[in-house]
């Protein structure tokens, strides 16, 4: 079955502290790759995605994300972070064949940046 | 991208009774999906809303339980059948356009069952 990792449950970063939240998957064939942001008491909210093309992927709010196949990774990254990003990232992998279609996602790394 | 409204937002059971949940999309929608997020987890799909044919149940849902409807191609239902405080959870309504390969999610149903 497919699966999504993501490496830490809790990171705790100072204000303009870089950000590096990592995501790897197990399905080795065409796969599109999201990262979601839950701010706290609010809805799912795309944050950045890749289908093709360049592996260096940037979304909103200044987040980035590179696309390495080799290592089946998906890593969500920030320069610099602000207490605004005080949120839950969820990394996904959509699995696609035969016209069906399966989202899996990650356990999702809570992030909380201190002022 | 497409507007989702699901309701109710929130609701507070008691368990052995049943809940529907609605979901509304402003335009039509290739695929509708069903997750549950239950607290301190991530996500996980119940069931893909098949629009005039039987919902496709992922491992571990069953019809009996979560029952649900897509009578067309903007809107669904999802049902929360005899509930038990381990159906406590956030329930959500997710949509993938044709040719879009990004899900926009609603706003989810906050559910409490005592």
């Known amino acids: 079955a497919q699966s999504v990792s993501q490496h830490n449950h809790h990171v705790i970063l100072s204000e303009a502290a870089s950000l590096e939240l990592g995501c790897n998957y197990s399905y080795g064939g065409t796969v599109n790759l999201f990262w979601y942001v839950q701010y706290p008491g609010q809805h799912l909210q795309l944050l950045l995605k890749y289908f093709s093309g360049d592996p260096l992927v940037k979304g909103i709010k200044g987040f980035e994300a590179e696309f390495i196949k080799s290592k089946f990774s998906f890593n969500l990254r920030k320069p610099s972070v602000q207490w605004s990003d005080t949120a839950e990232y969820f990394c996904a992998v959509l699995y696609s064949g035969a016209g069906s279609y399966q989202l899996t996602f990650g356990k999702g790394t809570k992030l909380s940046v201190i002022p | 991208s497409a507007v989702i409204s699901q309701k109710p937002s929130r609701d507070i059971c008691q368990r052995g009774t049943s809940l529907t949940i609605q979901c509304q999309v402003d335009s039509q929608v290739t695929m509708m999906f069903w997750y549950r997020q239950q607290p301190g987890q991530s996500l996980t799909l119940i069931a893909t809303a098949n629009q005039g044919s039987e919902a496709t149940y992922e491992s571990g849902f069953v019809i009996d339980k979560f029952p649900i409807s897509r009578p067309n191609l903007t809107f669904s239902t999802l049902t929360v059948s005899n509930m038990s405080p381990e159906d406590s959870s956030i329930y959500l309504c997710?949509?993938?356009?044709?040719?879009?390969?990004?899900?926009?999610f609603g706003s989810g149903t906050r559910l409490t069952v005592v």
């Open positions: 997710s949509v993938l356009r044709q040719g879009a390969y990004g899900y926009t």
